[in-house]
């Protein structure tokens, strides 16, 4: 693998069994990522975006193909152990937020880093920072049923940020929110982006926000269909597939 | 296992728990009631342990009895005196007490004491002083039942055969003796010499008497048991001494206390299917929580972790409510028991009882949680991108679900062994558990696929919604037709089997059967008595005399030298017992010929007397037609052979007898006869009675309406003590239904919401909701029903031979009262559902 690649993807596969048929979602799959790129995966529904990015971020097994993050061959790992790569390396924001309903907006923020067992104070005094930072500074106990759909979208963001991610993967991120809380959202998440220096890969149908990032990669019927550079990249070294 | 003892498991476990207290809550209490059964039985009988073994000496009253049924002989008592230690003598006979101010007569239990029994405990008696001063003054103790029956009083009359005393005290507790035994036969103590004035001590009286003994020297009673043994032997004497008499009461009690244990256990089981379905679909909510906790890092044993800690401080919160509980109730149960109880309980509380508790109701939850809790470790980070279509446990291998189920049927068959101290018995219990589960979830499978098989399409949507959601995707169904089926097994079983038992007795009070039954009469009070029950219009249905005698031999060999006989089939009881037999020309109705050749009469002379036997003593001799018997009839040795057998229906009250010799033989031998008839009420029997006792003292008297109303009441005592354990199964059941009900409303509150959205009105709603409620209660319910006739029948056909007629209207009754009860609580519990605006629902309950 190249140096600067955080990740590399190669003849990934995926089929299902839907009765007697096979279903290939995602048909022998190659691209590469370089750290600090922004780039979008988009395609029409059903084109195998979302199994893509599972894949890519070992939320599960391709039936063929590999799958490299941050150096790491995912395809060795057992569940238990891709999960630990996810909470080094990876940030996730979804389209239907995944805030816990039992935990307040701080608590929520908290979790990844509390997972790798890290000082509860220091851990509290960072998700604070970042809360404030996606300006829910005053939000911070509220449960997420007690904030609106943006709100709880910059929860997630906020949430994705705090184990300092190498790779943030987002899934439709402004999906279920209306234009204007959409637009904020995105732009706090190419600010908190660029400040990080964290590689973002963002699922969307969404052509607008998909022709914001630099790198777009078009999936069709489980295939890449079209991979181009469409700004200058915010980092250098950028390597196609 | 490591994540059970990070801070942070049980931080998220915590934090994840305090905004679903109240739903947490509903899910623990189902486990309470039936741990709160389990801890007050379980203390209860402990307590009554105690007692029991610190009162022991109490319950004989001395350290060693003998008894006879016949007076002691010169050498036996010069045996006693030779045993040493200080003694007593106590005579025992039934007979009829007359009361002369109120007119009333009852077959009582007379005693006369000599000596200081009891040496241990006291009689107690209102007065106090009474039983000091009752032997001296010649006067009589007379039990209080009695006394409050006829309205009698300390200082008015008591007539027992011949002798008339006055009252002076009445008899409140007899050491050893519960309270019931006074619904038997009450109890009058007369002073011992005055005995023979009475002039009921006669030959054929069965009269017992009893030697106690009290010794000092705190010799080994072991020891002196096997010295003695030989001796009492040879003399046909019954030991029993208090280390006998501890184990009898021991095993009695022990006994009925695992009966009770198990009737709460099944109250607990129904608690761990409520938690069990309460657990999943809770488990089933927390899926998309675990997602993504697994997307941030979480590993698969932290995330379940985090709802096995739930589950754990659950089980253990839900244990010890029901340990308080439990502990609490057990201060209301000697209420339920004390008259069948020798002795005043001691109350402590048991630790082992408590932890038992604790152990049982954190076990119960965990066990029954396993199967959603495992689930949970299989559940995906990818659920956060998509939803989980299928049902949680298909998360699960079919190896370990099988492995899940032995668990639990291990846990069920281990706690029902440790409560019955029994493998057979825990194992029995769990088996009919088990069948009684699987037939239930077989109906509630049928079911399901009986409504989506022949789905009424043509019915309208209200109907359609309510059935299809008999099997929508995590339905209830299941849930509730096994906790309302189980429930309803239970107590029903209960009814039923009372109610089989008080009809067959109450064929004795059909029109035609006798009701009254004089016995004890002298041959030369025959017609004086038949001349009083003419004038009182009771005709005299039967008059058989009665010969008492004993087996000497069978086939020619000595029956002692059969009972020392191994090889032997004959029982001992048949071959010892005195025999109460009974001559005349023809067969009554209620006995049938069923081998051999029945012979009216003989000559006087015939050598070999042709005997009819019945089937149960021909059984128990190990003998049959053409077998010789020689009978001792009171010093007179008879030989006779077996030329019928009969089969007698015993269960009429009227005298039964194993033997029936032909007319010719018996007649000059001495007797005496027993009279049957029939009055016309309570009444007439009472007048009757009270006639017959003034002018013949010494004759007894069953009245066979009071005996079925004093067993009806014994019945009623005992099942109200069974039926106060069924009902934790009741109100676990009850609690289990409210549970998957409000659990359920979780589920339906958005399709509710929708369809109102859409524009179903409150009626719709509720009709729906009936609908549903309604199949699941009248199926639990009927379901529980007819598993509850079979096993009533089972219980009938095998254990007390009778056959179970069940009454169809109890049947019908009890479905829809049920039907009724489980619509009630799935309303109260769905109000909310239809009462509010749909916004403010959904605000509410996803919150």
Request: glycine fraction near 8%.
């Amino acid at each position: 693998m190249s140096s600067s690649n955080i990740l590399e993807v190669t003849d990934l596969t995926q089929q299902f069994r839907s009765g007697d048929k096979k279903l290939t979602v995602l048909d022998a799959v190659s691209f590469t990522v370089s750290e600090g790129t922004i780039c979008s995966i988009v395609g029409p529904s059903g084109s195998g975006k979302t199994t893509l990015l599972g894949l890519c971020a070992g939320l599960d097994r391709p039936t063929a193909g590999q799958v490299i993050l941050n150096g790491i061959t995912l395809g060795d790992l057992n569940e238990d152990e891709r999960a630990a790569v996810r909470n080094d390396f990876v940030g996730f924001i979804f389209q239907t937020f995944q805030l816990i309903p039992t935990l307040t907006a701080l608590e929520n923020v908290m979790v990844p880093l509390e997972l790798r067992g890290e000082a509860t104070k220091e851990v509290s005094q960072y998700a604070k920072q970042l809360l404030e930072d996606v300006g829910l500074g005053d939000r911070l106990n509220h449960y997420p049923t007690q904030l609106s759909g943006g709100e709880q979208q910059r929860v997630a963001i906020a949430r994705a940020f705090i184990n300092k991610p190498d790779i943030l993967f987002a899934d439709e991120p402004t999906g279920n929110l209306d234009a204007e809380t959409g637009e904020t959202i995105e732009n706090l998440l190419f600010d908190l982006n660029r400040a990080n220096g964290t590689t973002l890969v963002i699922v969307t149908h969404d052509l607008e926000l998909a022709h914001k990032c630099e790198r777009v990669i078009q999936l069709k019927s489980g295939r890449i269909d079209s991979d181009e550079w469409i700004n200058e990249p915010a980092t250098a070294n950028i390597k196609e597939a | 296992m490591s994540s059970f003892w990070s801070s942070w498991t049980w931080k998220m476990a915590w934090r994840d728990a305090r905004s679903n207290k109240k739903r947490l809550f509903l899910y623990i209490s189902a486990i309470i009631i039936g741990v709160a059964a389990q801890v007050a039985i379980t203390s209860f009988r402990e307590s009554l342990t105690t007692t029991i073994d610190n009162q022991s000496r109490e319950l004989l009253g001395a350290d060693l009895e003998i008894e006879a049924e016949r007076p002691f002989t010169d050498e036996e008592l010069v045996y006693f005196d030779s045993l040493g230690g200080e003694q007593s003598e106590m005579i025992e006979f039934n007979s009829m007490a007359y009361l002369p101010e109120s007119g009333g007569t009852r077959l009582s239990q007379i005693r006369a004491v000599q000596g200081g029994f009891p040496f241990y405990g006291e009689i107690q008696t209102n007065p106090d002083s009474a039983v000091r001063t009752y032997r001296d003054n010649k006067t009589a103790l007379v039990d209080n039942a009695l006394l409050v029956q006829f309205g009698a009083e300390v200082g008015d009359s008591i007539r027992i055969g011949n002798t008339m005393l006055e009252i002076s005290g009445g008899i409140e507790q007899i050491p050893g003796e519960a309270a019931a035994a006074s619904m038997i036969g009450p109890r009058i103590f007369i002073p011992y010499s005055l005995v023979d004035s009475t002039g009921l001590v006669q030959r054929g009286s069965f009269v017992e008497y009893k030697m106690y003994f009290k010794f000092d020297d705190g010799r080994d009673m072991a020891q002196m048991r096997e010295d003695t043994d030989p001796f009492m032997e040879e003399h046909d004497l019954r030991y029993d001494d208090v280390a006998e008499r501890r184990e009898e009461m021991g095993e009695a009690i022990g006994n009925l206390a695992k009966f009770l244990n198990l009737v709460g256990f099944v109250a607990l089981l129904l608690g761990g299917i409520g938690v069990a379905s309460a657990i999943h679909l809770y488990i089933k909510q927390k899926i998309s929580t675990a997602a993504v906790l697994r997307c941030f890092g979480a590993s698969s044993d932290q995330t379940m972790t985090i709802f096995l800690i739930q589950a754990v401080v659950l089980g253990l919160t839900g244990a010890l409510a029901g340990t308080v509980l439990g502990i609490g109730i057990q201060f209301m149960l000697p209420e339920l028991v004390s008259e069948f109880l020798p002795v005043n309980v001691d109350l402590t509380i048991s630790w082992l009882a408590v932890g038992l508790g604790l152990l049982t109701g954190t076990g119960v939850a965990l066990v029954f949680a396993l199967m959603p809790l495992l689930s949970l470790r299989k559940a995906s980070p990818l659920y956060t991108l998509r939803t989980l279509d299928e049902s949680l446990t298909e998360l699960l291998g079919t190896k370990t679900k099988w492995g899940i189920y032995a668990i639990i049927a291990l846990t069920v068959a281990g706690y029902a062994t440790l409560i019955t101290e029994s493998w057979i018995a825990g194992g029995i219990f769990t088996v009919g558990i088990l069948v009684a589960f699987g037939l239930l979830l077989l109906v509630a499978k049928g079911l399901m696929w009986c409504v989506r098989r022949y789905f009424p399409t043509g019915f309208s949507y209200v109907w359609r919604q309510g059935l299809a959601n008999l099997y929508r995707p995590n339905n209830q169904t299941a849930t509730l037709l096994l906790s309302l089926g189980l429930g309803m097994l239970l107590i029903s079983t209960l009814y039923f089997s009372q109610d089989m038992l008080m009809s067959e007795l109450n064929f004795a009070t059909r029109d035609d059967a006798p009701n009254l039954v004089f016995y004890d009469i002298q041959p030369d009070q025959s017609e004086g008595i038949q001349q009083i029950m003419e004038e009182e219009g009771a005709p005299v249905l039967q008059n058989h005399p009665i010969v008492t005698m004993r087996l000497s031999s069978i086939n020619g060999r000595g029956v002692q030298e059969i009972d020392e006989d191994t090889t032997s089939n004959a029982r001992g009881w048949a071959l010892d017992r005195e025999y109460r037999s009974t001559y005349r020309d023809s067969l009554l109705d209620s006995e049938t010929l069923v081998e051999g050749e029945w012979i009216g009469s003989v000559d006087p002379d015939t050598g070999l007397v042709p005997v009819s036997a019945a089937q149960e003593i021909v059984e128990d001799l190990d003998a049959g037609v053409g077998d010789t018997l020689t009978f001792n009839v009171q010093g007179v040795p008879i030989k006779t052979y077996i030329a019928s057998i009969r089969e007698v229906d015993f269960r009429r009250v009227q005298p039964n007898f194993f033997m029936l010799f032909p007319s010719g033989v018996l007649e000059q031998a001495p007797q005496i006869r027993v009279i049957v008839t029939r009055t016309a009420g309570q009444t007439e029997s009472a007048r009757l009675q009270q006639q017959v006792v003034q002018e013949y003292p010494n004759i007894s008297a069953i009245d066979v309406g009071l005996i079925l109303q004093t067993l009806n009441e014994f019945i009623d005592k005992v099942s109200f003590a069974i039926q106060f354990m069924a009902l934790f199964s009741i109100l676990t059941g009850l609690i289990v239904l409210a549970s998957s009900v409000a659990i359920s409303r979780f589920q339906r509150i958005k399709e509710s919401v929708l369809l109102r959205t859409l524009g179903a009105s409150k009626r719709q709603i509720i009709s729906i909701l009936s609908i549903e409620y309604f199949f699941l209660g009248v199926l639990g319910a009927f379901t529980g029903l007819i598993l509850s006739v079979l096993s009533t029948w089972l219980l009938g056909y095998f254990y007390f031979e009778l056959t179970f007629v069940p009454n169809l209207w109890v049947i019908f009754l009890g479905t829809f009262a049920i039907a009724g009860l489980t619509i009630l609580i799935g309303m109260l519990n769905s109000r909310s559902v239809y009462q509010k605006p749909p916004l403010e629902v959904l605000r509410m309950e996803t919150a």
